[in-house]
């Protein structure tokens, strides 16, 4: 069992500068607590002078940032977090699975002669549900295998590669067709890197999804240093509409469209923004809140519905490679 980051002793930090432009001395913005942690450390977010990015110095070393990424760390336990009401929340991920195939159908075509990656791909239900619906060869690729390793036979039977480490450590087959990002880039140490690293692996005209919190939502306006699209300090940086565009066209992406609604529900992300705000690190069984959870979930649809227009909390990006 890997110990929590409660269990062991303060990490090592380091200061950084800017992550998108380089410039250094940003000012400070605000502090968050660890979450989903008990750990109760503090840690702040400063935005850049010059190109406005949010993001986290000093931050934990990535030698050290597994810490937060234990056995009790929700997104990788998956639906058996909620005990008797698993079938339900799978139900949801997979909700979440087809409007994320939609998303990469629309970015790309798609057959059994294209090979797509996704970067980040914790458990790899989406690149199960998008085999199964054409056909595509599918790589996914994540820092940790925690998301896979205890159910090897049915991701070999969906007919996935699955590889652990970074990117630039992992023999990923190439060129892809299609490059997705699901709630991946922000916890990346150095995206500038990465995203021109995609680049390269990508084919010429092929399609990189990106999905991501947007800071400047209601939901963060509302919650402050409470928030979940922060989620301290995993995160190293915090996008806006704008850097995140500039990002991607730094790296040397085309920019093709951005929209406010993600394929998460905006919903999941306040109400993991008011579970940390009552304290509650969601490293036990989650269960007891299921009732309640759907409650507020179902009251917020009128809400949820209007996130075409209102900015909820997340936000896409659909960018191409241009050139040979």
């Avoid at 994540?142 to 969906?158: I, K, L, V």
């Avoid at 529900?265 to 269960?287: I, K, S, T």
Wanted: hydrophobic share 40%; net charge positive; proline share 6%.
């Amino acid at each position: 069992m890997v110990p929590s980051a409660s269990e062991m002793g303060p990490e090592p930090t380091e200061e950084v500068s800017c992550l998108l432009c380089g410039a250094g001395g940003a000012a400070p913005l605000l502090e968050s607590r660890a979450q989903m942690s008990r750990s109760g450390r503090r840690f702040r977010f400063v935005r850049c002078g010059r190109c406005g990015l949010v993001y986290l110095s000093p931050r934990v070393v990535e030698r050290a940032i597994g810490r937060y990424y234990g056995d009790d760390y929700v997104p990788h336990r998956g639906p058996e977090a909620w005990g008797r009401f698993a079938r339900l929340a799978a139900e949801g991920q997979r909700r979440t699975d087809r409007r994320r195939v939609r998303l990469a159908r629309s970015a790309a075509r798609l057959g059994p002669a294209a090979a797509v990656l996704d970067l980040g791909c914790g458990r790899p239900t989406f690149l199960e549900a998008l085999v199964r619906e054409t056909g595509c060869r599918a790589t996914g690729s994540d820092s940790s295998d925690r998301g896979w390793r205890d159910d090897p036979a049915r991701w070999q039977a969906a007919g996935l590669t699955l590889l652990r480490g970074r990117l630039e450590e992992v023999a990923a087959a190439g060129p892809f067709d299609l490059i997705t990002m699901w709630h991946a880039l922000e916890h990346d140490y150095d995206p500038l890197r990465t995203l021109r690293n995609l680049r390269d692996r990508c084919r010429a005209g092929g399609a990189l999804v990106v999905e991501v919190p947007d800071f400047d939502s209601l939901s963060r306006h509302t919650q402050g240093a409470w928030w979940a699209g922060l989620h301290t300090p995993r995160h190293s940086a915090v996008y806006t509409r704008g850097t995140l565009r500039a990002m991607l066209e730094r790296a040397g992406w085309k920019v093709e469209r951005q929209d406010r609604q993600g394929t998460l529900d905006p919903y999941v992300l306040w109400w993991l923004g008011r579970q940390e705000r009552a304290g509650r690190a969601l490293e036990g069984p989650l269960e007891p809140a299921f009732l309640r959870f759907m409650l507020g979930k179902v009251l917020s649809l009128p809400v949820t519905a209007m996130q075409r227009w209102l900015p909820l909390g997340l936000q896409v990006a659909v960018a191409r490679r241009e050139g040979a």
